[in-house]
């Protein structure tokens, strides 16, 4: 069964503080991703990464970094969280390439609130 | 830019067969067509894809226009677990061998007894 674990499940943070959000899977996947979605809208891509030691810019990149220390590690950094960053984030993994290898797993979400 | 166009909500009635619209007027030939699901505080779950071929498994069928612009899931003899939010995704080229899916808000399933 594939499984991709994010931690913390939820967090608190003050405006201004530093936030990691951390995500692990056992899929053995090349690609990982970083999602965050909005009460009542849809998922919108942050930051993904293809291969360890390496990152790509998603759709809404500013405000956040990401770092892939390992395949199966990818984090997710606000260095200086501000309370529009209020949200819930998803990690997700998935294949390379072809037919339905783009498949994405998600992990259960960690729900951020900047106070 | 989500590509793709949903209705915001649709209901239906356990048992009954629920056919699920998705719009993508301006999809290109490679496109991959995704539908995944969402039930509340959890992440999305793949429910399916393809390309130009009817698809079909456990959970769904999915049906695509000819001409690609359209497609349909169809959910058979729905029950409440099916309630969710249902999202259909372009899988979008994004250079090198990298691709992305950008889900939109998708479309609220309700089902009641």
């Known amino acids: 069964e594939a499984a991709v674990t994010q931690s913390p499940r939820s967090k608190v943070a003050v405006t201004g503080g530093k936030v990691t959000l951390s995500c692990h899977q056992t899929n053995n996947h090349d690609y990982m991703y970083w999602y965050r979605q909005d009460t009542g809208h849809g998922l919108r891509l942050i930051h993904y990464s293809y291969v360890a030691d390496s990152t790509e810019k998603g759709d809404i990149p500013d405000g956040y970094k990401a770092s892939r220390p390992s395949q199966e590690n990818f984090s997710l950094i606000l260095e200086l969280a501000s309370l529009s960053q209020t949200a819930v984030y998803f990690c997700?993994?998935?294949?390379?390439?072809?037919?339905?290898?783009?498949?994405?797993?998600f992990g259960a979400g960690t729900r951020l609130s900047v106070l | 830019d989500a590509k793709t166009t949903q209705p915001d909500s649709m209901e239906s009635t356990e048992g009954e067969t629920v056919h699920l619209p998705c719009s993508h007027a301006?999809?290109?030939?490679?496109?991959?067509i995704y539908w995944y699901r969402q039930v509340p505080l959890q992440g999305p779950e793949y429910v399916t894809h393809?390309?130009?071929q009817n698809t079909t498994n456990s959970m769904a069928f999915l049906a695509i226009a000819s001409d690609r612009k359209s497609s349909t899931l169809i959910l058979p003899h729905v029950s409440l677990r099916d309630a969710a939010v249902y999202h259909c995704?372009?899988?979008?080229?994004?250079?090198?061998?990298?691709?992305?899916?950008?889900f939109g808000k998708g479309t609220l399933l309700t089902v009641t007894p």
């Open positions: 995704i372009l899988r979008v080229y994004s250079g090198g061998s990298n691709y992305k899916l950008t």
């Open positions: 301006t999809i290109s030939g490679n496109e991959y």
């Open positions: 997700a993994s998935s294949g390379t390439g072809g037919s339905g290898q783009n498949t994405l797993y």
């Open positions: 393809g390309l130009q």
